[in-house]
């Protein structure tokens, strides 16, 4: 749902391009072609920042014009699907960042691949996620945190990224915890099972996605990336520091779901005996009946009972009282 | 249950401070109001001890300038749910530590936030946590140990927290132990899969809390750390055997509650081949009247034994009898 | 499905030669015999490219000749079954890698040899496994690529090898979805399981072959190795994160399998006790009109509702009624 | 079962100490009471060596006092429940190792601390631990042994720490055996699925108890522990060999026991498969006579075959016939 | 089976020895007695190679004094049942392999030491394992690989007790093919389940005999041990890549039986499923005719339809095309 904002600069931005424009001094001072970016990244105390959203190779190509960028990043940047990773081409770090969120209920992926170089940083979004115009309009409104530069955007970018994990996460949470509350009662429906398999599965692909980003974090705060400056390194580390959060409390949704399928076949087994104890009870106390009756269904020509004044209400007595009699047991030994 | 101590100094303490103390030479010499804490620090041979309760944000504030602490630090310190870790920032220490005790019977976790720098140490505690002032009393009572200064309070509370997790898992080893003698000998009800699945998910949020602690105090006796004197590290070595020790137990139950699973499964699985083993003894012995009784029920125009003089009574004897030969072969064989 | 391609030098290429060219400047300069190989790799700006198909003894020995390889990496070409690996062998590399392609719908496995050295590439290939005519064929289209030389090649030959696991991942995936469509509905039919099975034995050599290529990557890009120019480096890299995108699918499809199986035995175990519910009701109906006709037939002399002129009708409407509502009962609480 | 030593020099041993010797050149040159263990620890080419069985505190300080031991030391082996470890305080060596044997054909575990310095070496037992006297007696036998001081008294109990463990590994191993054999031909009875449980929770204790002795020897080998001269260091590595040995066997039994509970699933679920086999067998086989008895007992005015005059034997022979063919077929497809 | 071979020197070998001689140039120069060992290995360009199959201690200490080697090795040399490993005892390498061979189709394990130091090596079999005797007759016969010395032929023997591992998996891989051709269709019979068992635990042996080779063989490639030369670090490298494919298939075939008991328990629920599906279809069809023939066998005064004309044949036939109808509807949904 990308709402592209208001562009106070002359021309609308082309397809592709969600934003164009140069910062200096913490603020905005124009929106620009991307032509002329590289030109603009060039200026002391100025940078660009650029959002190209699902952008076609001849804009790709015009953007890596502007900063020199490597020809795999370019390539990487047209194919999705990629692993995070940190690359450094050249004087650029290239990077490459997995986005979850929610829309409309379900779990969907994304994925951001961002550029940053001195005087630089463009971010490219493929497939469903959150615009990053948020983030623009957060940190246009702070000009001291926006004046640190390149590196503080990029940083800002991935906090965002890490940020927007979390509300999918307690939904799936949320659903974890209706379920059990469900399954330790009675045996999970096929529905419950269908619901918990869809789960492990979006688990496990959050986990593709967060995993490999504790990675990437920690290798921008270590000491060889000339585009991070150390005065940065704190603020990554606490973005690393976040990520693992997620990863933490992906891990354990994860063994959460194996304890309530584990659980769930004892509960399954437990409901099995349950009715094998019932099926068992009833079975014996019908039994009774039946054959009695049989026996005095017999067509023995001597058969003194069967002449006895009160024999037929004796024979019924008898059977009513040992009903009862096995019903009142088996209550008792809990198999009914 | 924070008990406010009983304060010697003028002013009682504001919302948020638990305590705010100044030592000397082993000897609390001065209760302070928290924006002196500075001036305190400073000087030599003093050291400022400041214990706050889910403080709000503008106390953190005066806290921060007081001590000249990292804004990350500061909001770190707001919001809860971090994971455990050692930030060093500028020349302050920044220490996270999750906390587990008992209240009324269930596990409940906390969490705490410590500052240590130069002549001062902060406690911020948020969610349902012990209070520290009983290791105030305590160490307060051996002014050899405080006059170390600060770091070694920072011993003192780490130690208290992971001494506090014993009594947890006591508790959780008992429930295990009992729980494990029904699940032996008859297979779990509903309510046993419930609480064992509930003590899984307890274990886990332990292991959550205390594993990454290892780290945090093994890292406490790194000699780049400045705040902590070579002098403290065999204290500090002390704590991180302790919290390996909780996380070695820790482990271990995991693991018995993931055997008692299994055992439960071949516990049920073999109550429910007896119960079928019993269901079939029981169907055999009684299709036997059923059966006899059946064909003396035709009503053939010749049946020759119908008309003998003892034919039912021989009949009823071969019916017991072939019963009581069936009983008997089932007991034998263990089916019955 | 080896197609020679169309020789422009004189001579029919030999048996076990796929291939034997020479490249400078980009293009090919002549196809020529392998026993000149050697010569022409040693001139200035010139590089050969030999294609190897299961040769034979002789045939390596040849090769070697011409470019002084190790005994013990000809050994191994003339062996396959070997794990990937990257050996160093005098000046020369040795890179052995498993190749993995859908032959008619089936997983297969091959092998492929590969030597690098100064002037001179040679692949051999052993089982079923793609001609790397297409790689050749793909880049003599491309001069400015192919005059980068030998290590380039390596590349393109390595890059090709990954990327033709993605189909057979993508079939794998595809049945995954199709299978774990069913088995969520109902339980898994012997076919089923042996799908899976097959598809878990299949996806555990897939490991197999892609897991080890990781190391062996990586290892390229290592600096001290010289036949790998550091200018190359992005581009294994670059090979490594495919790689580790294959490996990542892998066990991304063998985890869904192992919670396919566990999710498969909670819907047999659901469908166990659906089909015991079902029994047991209708067991229970059943028993109505045996045991009460069982009563009315036996013979007993005074047996009064007997004589009653509406009795049968009597009976024959409790018998209907109590079977009704046994049914509404089982139908209410989900047994039938 | 501590046996008091016959002890050759003036005065019993005080309660609390089991030896206190000196040794020079190999031999015991006189017991003497801990005061003045000090004092001859320092005469050149002596050293002590002091065996402690559950020392009071009191006992402990006047230890700590000879030899200058650290207080945490000394706090450590006041309270056992430590983890194996090693620390090196000041110029002494703490170790701590868990020890395991047979008492009465339990498992039991006990916990030996050690200090080791110039001149001396002091061992405190906690808990039931077999006493290491037979230690002493055996090397006292042997003076070049002896004479090597006191780190070859360490190796000499660190050995027989890890020796002691095999008989209890042994016994295991033999009821682990026992038990198998036992558990792939029947289901397992409960008091099996007890006992392999309780052997899975021993084998649990052992791997805690061996396992980081495994770091404790190999530690005992690095170059940096000043006590321990490089000449004793393939004694250690000996030791570190033995601990392995043991260490792989426990992993292997924790294997073992785990493939028998999923193979006592497995033969449970089908002896279970047998029983409703045999039941449904039986139950087909019985509803024969009770299906036909049933419609030739019906009291219709016309049922021709009732009046034949050898109807009622036709009918038998039918019955009996139909029932023989069933238990044929039955017995033909494994059923019964 | 140890076939002596033909001596050419004076004397027969003595009991334990297998073999003793002393080769130069690649040729074998003499067979010698073991007391003179020491001087020919001191003679330049000369090595002595002595083969011994479990050597009682004084064969050992005999050995011990020609080469000096060290007291540990001796004792370990003894008593077998050590982990693989390779000791650095003074200038002698001490290495412990585990060997695993099939002696009439069942896997048997045994143990190798070698003793490797300049100018000779000394191998000592334990238990049942294939002799060395074809090793030494193998490369007798190519005297240019003889002629590289001691560490040529500690390279041979342990290349042969890493092909040895070979048949062994072979056959077990057999073995699991077959099982697993049985298990997916039908569930395992007890003889399946034990034999699985069984070939679990050869698994598991044959995971700690090879495991530990890897490390070894890894080790013996280093650079600082003197004894190896660096021109045989390439062979001792295609060592480790064997064992490291013989890991591989062993950690495959553990995953595949994994693989088939889980599939054999889904195998069996799914059979214990089909068997009630039977047994619920039969109940209900037989219940048609009891419940009918029960109905008009009540003895009722006034039953209308007894007196019909064609009751009985209406009946009957009412009997037969309900059982019909529900064989058909049972059929048609799978149950029967």
Redesign the interface.
Known sequence: MELPRNIKASGAPEAGIVASSVYAAGHRVADIPVDEAGEWAAKEGHFVWIGLLEPDRDLLLRVQRQFHL?D?AIE?AEHP???P?V?Q?GDALFIVARTAQLFEGRVTFGETHLFVGSGYIVSVRHGPSTSYTSVRQHWESCPSALSKGEDFILYAILDFIVDNYMPVLEQIEAEVDEI?DRV??K????AD??R??ML??DL??LR?AAGPLVEVCRRLTSADLPQIRSAMH??F??VT?HI??VQ?KID?LR??LA???????????????A??????S???I??V???V???????????P????????QT??MF?VSTCAFLYWRFRKNGWL
């Open positions: 490597h795999l990487d699907h990629q692993r990773k690359e081409y059990e330790l009662v045996p999970m429906t096929a099972i269908e918990l398999y492990r599965r496990l692909r593709n704190p603020l580390r606490d520091d693992r959060t933490e354990n063994e959460v304890f309530a399928f584990e659980a769930s076949l004892l509960v399954g087994q437990s409901q099995e005996t009715i094998a104890k019932k099926l068992a009833w079975a014996a019908l039994a009946p039946t054959a009756a049989g026996i005095y269904g017999m067509n023995f020509d001597n058969m009972e069967l002449r006895m004044t009160f024999g037929y024979v019924l059977i």
